[in-house]
């Protein structure tokens, strides 16, 4: 199985992840990565992933009404990859 979203930015390292894209976009991601990470030995925790609104408002009750909004941008990249 492909998935394919229109993602500005994906980065992965080990199980912290971050995503850069269009609301339905995200949420399309998002909702595979709860039902099929599993699958691949990743587990997202809604309880630890934040949603940043940088370029408009997002219908908070709507679309990621199971995520935790920030209004700053406040993320800490713990590794990468080098190579």
């Not at 930015?9 to 912290?16: I, M, N, S």
């Not at 009404?65 to 700053?72: K, M, R, T």
């Amino acid at each position: 199985m492909v998935l394919i979203y229109s993602l500005d930015l994906t980065l992965f390292y080990r199980d912290d992840g971050f995503l850069v894209g269009d609301a339905d976009s995200l949420r399309g991601c998002w909702t595979d990565l709860t039902e099929l990470g599993r699958e691949i030995g990743y587990y997202p925790q809604a309880a630890k992933t934040k949603v940043y609104p940088v370029s408009r408002i997002i219908d908070q009750a709507g679309l990621f009404s199971d995520l935790s909004y920030c209004q700053a941008l406040e993320a800490m990249v713990l590794g990468a990859p080098i190579g």
